[in-house]
């Protein structure tokens, strides 16, 4: 491989510090890696899980990125993201229990980032403007500004680009009939921050997913005074406490209240949307934006990574699928990028690749709800980690399996729930505080031992 490769790696969340990570591992081993330069418009690593109290615009102008709040926890066991070369264990030196706030998350992410040199490859508060592939000498080029010194670069000419931005940083915003004249408080799932603010309302919740579903509970946690979750195609249908109601989505918004189609009427004091994100991708001209709906499959992506439709397989995207499992997928895939990148995968012809997604795409369809969604990305993190020959079993399908269950059961205590690491066979301890009544969410509170 030629020294003169360059590789722009775009975010440096998990996906796209995954991706140095495993370009650091075979430098480490003395092997030959390319240039790599990664552009991240926060000041510092971490993507949606660097806290920041701000919303709408940033101190520089930027859309802010994250969609953080305060009172966080995982909404999965961290089994199911621990990576097997650095286990939670080896980074807090004690088992800790299944289910962690975002301090303690993001703490175990940046102890493992920690490990390589890796920061030198990030130019933090740069936003990337512009990307276009030149057809003549099949390379990118590469516009970003310096936000600190509020400065155009020039183009930069990269042989690979890494999108790893994410995709659960630009709000969908729905228009419903009534809305523009609400007296009370509206706002998306990205711009909220902090759950004691509710105290004693009553609430609004527009959406079905994980955000629905965790916003609920948190406002009911902080003291909300009742709670209404409107869905548009299915309820999440748990066994919610007696403040929580589901009602299929509201036809019209009359002043402060809020008519549901089964005839019944609410007066509300916020709304909040939880109606998702777009894939929003400004920068990359037409022809390499990745467009599609939050799927398990993203179409147009072999191995749901490298982009099949133009660039000539120069272009990967990472992190951009629905997800149970993160980290260790996102860690795969990163595996699998650098590997092809450096000469040590191969792939098959443009066909074959495309056969190859559209296959995926096809069974995708046909997935008959949470479980087999389940099995469905534990078949593909197992193919892609093949193929990267990543070299641990990943699955944890069994987990999730019961995580599913548990939710099933209880809304309100499947995250008192302990699991034991496929990595170290440990079993996690039973948290000190019940989920609903722990309403410190620092570090320090999390790994203290109860007296």
């Excluded at 301090?103 to 936003?127: A, C, N, Q, T």
């Excluded at 592939?133 to 500004?145: E, I, L, R």
């Excluded at 990148?341 to 096809?362: C, N, R």
């Excluded at 990267?388 to 019961?402: K, M, P, Q, S």
Aim: hydrophobic fraction near 35%.
């Amino acid at each position: 491989m030629s020294k003169a490769k360059r590789v722009c790696v775009i975010g440096a969340g998990p996906s796209g510090m995954s991706v140095l990570y495993h370009f650091h591992q075979l430098k480490t081993q003395g092997k030959e890696i390319p240039e790599i330069v990664c552009f991240d418009k926060q000041s510092d690593w971490g993507g949606l899980w660097k806290y920041s109290w701000e919303t709408g615009i940033d101190q520089n102008g930027e859309a802010v990125h994250g969609s953080m709040y305060r009172g966080l926890w995982s909404n999965g066991p961290k089994e199911c993201l621990e990576y097997p070369d650095y286990t939670f264990e080896d980074h807090y030196k004690k088992a800790i229990p299944s289910y962690p706030p975002r301090e303690v998350l993001f703490d175990y992410l940046k102890g493992r980032w920690s490990k390589g040199d890796l920061r030198p490859w990030i130019r933090f508060s740069h936003v990337v403007r512009q990307v276009t592939y030149n057809d003549s000498t099949d390379d990118f080029s590469v516009v970003a500004k310096d936000l600190t010194e509020d400065k155009d670069l020039p183009p930069q000419q990269f042989d690979y680009l890494i999108v790893a931005s994410g995709h659960f940083s630009v709000p969908n915003i729905p228009s419903f009939p009534g809305i523009d004249r609400f007296p009370g408080r509206i706002m998306h799932s990205h711009d909220f921050r902090n759950a004691n603010q509710f105290k004693d309302q009553t609430i609004l919740v527009v959406g079905s997913s994980y955000s629905a579903e965790d916003l609920a509970l948190q406002t009911l946690k902080y003291g909300a005074k009742k709670i209404y979750c409107t869905y548009k195609t299915r309820p999440m249908g748990f066994k919610w406490p007696s403040q929580i109601e589901e009602k299929q989505l509201f036809t019209k918004i009359e002043g402060s209240t809020v008519h549901f189609k089964d005839g019944t009427t609410a007066d509300v004091d916020v709304i909040i949307l939880c109606t998702g994100y777009l894939f929003y991708f400004p920068f990359l001209e037409e022809r390499l934006r990745l467009k599609s709906t939050n799927i398990l499959y993203p179409p147009g992506l072999y191995k749901c990574t490298l982009w099949t439709e133009s660039a000539n397989n120069k272009l990967l995207y990472i992190g951009m699928q629905d997800q149970y499992y993160t980290y260790t997928m996102f860690d795969a895939q990163a595996k699998w990028a650098v590997n092809y990148i450096t000469g040590e995968l191969k792939l098959p012809d443009h066909e074959t690749m495309v056969k190859d997604w559209k296959k995926w795409v096809a069974r995708m369809k046909e997935l008959k709800g949470c479980h087999d969604d389940i099995d469905f990305q534990t078949d593909f993190l197992l193919d892609i980690a093949k193929d990267a020959n990543y070299g641990y079993n990943l699955d944890t399908a069994e987990e999730f399996h019961v995580w599913e269950k548990h939710k099933q059961v209880s809304i309100l205590t499947y995250r008192d729930q302990s699991y034991a690491s496929r990595f170290t066979g440990t079993k996690s301890p039973i948290h000190h505080t019940t989920f609903m009544e722990a309403l410190d969410d620092s570090m320090q509170t999390f790994l203290a031992t109860k007296q």
